[in-house]
């Protein structure tokens, strides 16, 4: 069972409006569609925020998944969507990689 806890907030009537919009769209109360838009809110923050720190290299892959709370695999998926870039080597880390599987395969 949820332990609700109220929260009083101001708004602007242009967002009040749009709330009225959802209530009427989705035949519910006030308090269920506030909830429900914050709930998508911090959920869409979260996996902005991860996107955007493993973009800079601020957080690791497992780091951003945590971030965004999704699954290593759905976060996956959620930055292939995106094309994120985070994957990056070095111009010197990227010989070490050639020179040692060009190693490989000699051997």
């Known amino acids: 069972m949820l332990t609700l806890k109220p929260l009083a907030v101001r708004v602007p009537i242009e967002l009040d409006q749009e709330i009225s919009e959802i209530i009427k769209k989705e035949k519910l109360d006030k308090a269920t569609v506030v909830r429900n838009l914050l709930e998508t809110g911090i959920t869409e923050w ?3 925020t991860a996107i955007e720190l493993l973009g ?11 971030i965004a ?39």
Request: net charge positive.
């Open 46 to 48: 979260r996996k902005q």
């Open 56 to 66: 800079k290299g601020k957080a690791t892959f497992t780091e951003a998944a945590d």
């Open 69 to 107: 709370k999704l699954s290593l695999w759905e976060f996956a998926d959620f930055v292939k969507q995106q094309n994120v870039e985070w994957v990056r080597f070095e111009p010197e880390d990227l010989e070490k990689e050639f020179k040692q599987a060009s190693t490989a395969k000699r051997n």
